[in-house]
């Protein structure tokens, strides 16, 4: 019996067995994680109270993938240093100015957590590339959608001292700009997915961007209003390239920008109907006062220089206003005030070794090329941005930071095993 038992035959048939149930608690596994990737994606779309949603499912996800093996790539050299160049800085900053106290430490907290979220989307886009476009993306175009009807609903009147703010939309967001901002990626991709792969296998989508762009216009930021016009005329143009083996890529461009402009159209006539909107649609194409006039913001920025210039170790994120009542409004700046001379550094770093890694991640021919625009043109836009308003704890700005880290170095070989 006990030889029946150990023989060769009955030992093949355990072993397969266990590989068996081995592999089905693997797929369980990712299954697990994948729906916890895209709730954690989508949840950035909803941060209008602190710790929010995203940061309480961040606080779990993330320790546990790092303990699975979603940990930096050595690719991803400059994106870690850059990463422990600011978090060295902040430290720096505290023991010179000990007088900072808890507000800079909680703030720095949130700092490091927000480079840990980086790099936790780059890991995670580097070992599931198709992930990208099957669970993160899609869910922010969900979020996108439903943050954007709570925003149209608040401008309507309901829930109007909760989704909106000054008279703008604002979603379940603190501030419009953000919002907005949170919305470029999706109607970026959406248009870029129509070029690559069909005109009909998003359609659901057309409605999607529809309430998308619905976000944008009545969030009255004309940051927003600017990089979506210049994303969507990049992505129309840079599209289909990813498609150039295809005949009809041409005859699909051209149809999706009628259909595009023609919701563009229907959805503006429709929004710049109603007069309140309009007279707030004038306001702010007219130049305010707190960025061209004496003391506003532009003006301010030639103060920062001399105040960068004298202290290389960072004054913290609440100096500069302190003196002028509110923040710098410009990220570059701020990093150098904030963090020092090697807080600045390391954004300069960050800054530029992504745009070249970005163009990279375009240039190659991989399953993923046009997501890998669509997150480039999104952060092109940011940093942009990031020249007229302080982007340093948004978090749609470094997950789009290490999606592109995390598809720019991937193999093809990891698409086609997946």
Not at 90 to 107: A, K, M, Q
Not at 159 to 164: D, I, K, L, R
Not at 184 to 201: D, E, M, N, S, T
Not at 253 to 274: P, Q
């Amino acid at each position: 019996m006990n030889d029946q038992i150990d023989s060769p035959l009955t030992h093949s048939k355990l072993q397969n067995t266990q590989a068996y149930a081995n592999q089905n608690n693997m797929v369980s596994a990712n299954k697990i994680f994948a729906v916890a990737i895209w709730i954690f994606a989508a949840s950035g779309g909803f941060v209008s109270f602190e710790p929010s949603l995203f940061e309480l499912l961040g606080a779990i996800i993330i320790p546990i993938a790092y303990m699975c093996g979603y940990t930096p790539h050595p690719k991803h050299a400059l994106l870690t240093l850059s990463s422990f160049m600011l978090i060295g800085a902040g430290i720096i900053t505290f023991v010179v100015s000990p007088e900072l106290g808890t507000d800079w430490i909680r703030y720095h907290f949130i700092t490091i957590f927000i480079l840990m979220t980086m790099m936790f989307f780059a890991s995670v886009a580097h070992e599931k590339p198709h992930w990208v476009e099957k669970y993160i993306i899609p869910a922010m175009i969900i979020a996108a959608a439903m943050t954007s009807i709570l925003g149209i609903l608040g401008y309507m009147g309901i829930g109007y001292n909760q989704f909106t703010l000054y008279g703008r939309a604002k979603g379940a967001f603190k501030d419009p700009n953000v919002f907005a901002t949170f919305l470029i990626l999706p109607i970026i991709y959406c248009v870029a997915a129509w070029i690559r792969y069909g005109i009909f296998k998003f359609a659901y989508r057309y409605f999607l961007f529809l309430i998308i762009f619905a976000g944008i216009f009545l969030s009255f930021s004309r940051a927003a209003w600017g990089i979506s016009f210049l994303s969507l005329i990049m992505i129309s143009c840079l599209a289909p390239f990813t498609n150039k083996d295809n005949p009809h890529s041409k005859t699909r461009l051209v149809i999706i920008i009628g259909i595009a402009s023609i919701l563009l159209i229907v959805g503006f006539i429709v929004i710049m109907s109603i007069e309140s909107t309009r007279e707030m649609v004038l306001l702010r194409l007219q130049p305010q006062d707190y960025d061209t006039a004496e003391g506003g913001r532009f003006d301010r920025y030639s103060d920062m220089f001399p105040m960068i210039a004298a202290d290389p170790w960072g004054k913290g994120h609440i100096y500069f206003g302190t003196i002028y009542g509110e923040d710098p409004h410009n990220t570059w700046l701020k990093m150098f005030i904030s963090f020092g001379w090697l807080g600045g550094l390391s954004h300069l770093l960050l800054t530029v070794s992504t745009l070249f890694v970005g163009i990279y991640g375009m240039i190659r021919n991989t399953p993923w090329q046009i997501a890998s625009i669509s997150l480039v043109i999104a952060y092109l836009g940011l940093t942009l941005e990031a020249l007229i308003i302080d982007v340093d704890h948004w978090r749609v700005y470094y997950v789009i930071i290490g999606l592109i880290w995390g598809l720019a170095f991937t193999s093809t070989t990891k698409y086609k095993s997946a």
